[in-house]
């Protein structure tokens, strides 16, 4: 029989910098992966804890600002594999694929930040790669988008101001669009650790 693994990706102190973090949408995404991890390990299922590097670029994501380390109150335990990527991605410039195979795992279950972009690439490449994935939604977090037009270069007010701005609910709500059925199968918090949310 495979095991599990629990895949969280990206809970780090580089979001938390950043402007853009006003708008998150759970900024107690730290608390909702903690319940996961503790319901993972309680299960005898594996924990994987994976932080995005972005080296000499000078900005929140480089490890020499030291900024890339889990969000207080996470803590691996002894054994648990933390592994460091550069791409959206947990598996392309990780070991991650062959660390799950060396454990027997057949289904992988992704959480962490940001929904869209390095939650759900994840999600889409586990699939493709094999695994039955399970996407928690509940257990990721991320913010209002701003149209690509203004992406870069807007403030939070801008991004706020803009008409075409796309909310967390509305970037959460698509992701699980695209993902549940043909890439993943969409949990919630409760369902994985059996103890209702604070909403």
Request: glycine share 8%.
């Amino acid at each position: 029989m495979s095991r599990t693994a629990l895949i969280v990706i990206d809970v780090q102190e580089s979001f938390r910098v950043r402007p853009n973090w006003q708008l998150v949408n759970h900024p107690d995404i730290a608390e909702r992966v903690d319940r996961l991890v503790r319901a993972a390990r309680d299960a005898g299922d594996l924990v994987v804890w994976v932080l995005h590097t972005e080296p000499a670029t000078g900005g929140a994501f480089d490890p020499a600002n030291g900024h890339v380390r889990l969000i207080d109150g996470l803590e691996p335990l002894p054994g648990e594999p933390m592994l460091t990527k550069t791409s959206h991605n947990a598996f392309t410039t990780t070991n991650l694929q062959q660390l799950l195979t060396q454990h027997g795992v057949g289904e992988i279950v992704v959480c962490g930040i940001r929904t869209e972009q390095c939650c759900e690439t994840t999600a889409r490449v586990g699939s493709d790669l094999g695994y039955d994935v399970v996407f928690v939604s509940g257990a990721t977090a991320t913010m209002a988008l701003a149209h690509p037009s203004i992406r870069d270069e807007a403030t939070v007010e801008e991004i706020l101001a803009d008409p075409r701005t796309l909310t967390a609910e509305q970037v959460v709500e698509r992701t699980e669009y695209v993902l549940a059925g043909r890439f993943a199968t969409i949990r919630t918090l409760d369902e994985l650790t059996g103890v209702p949310v604070a909403s």
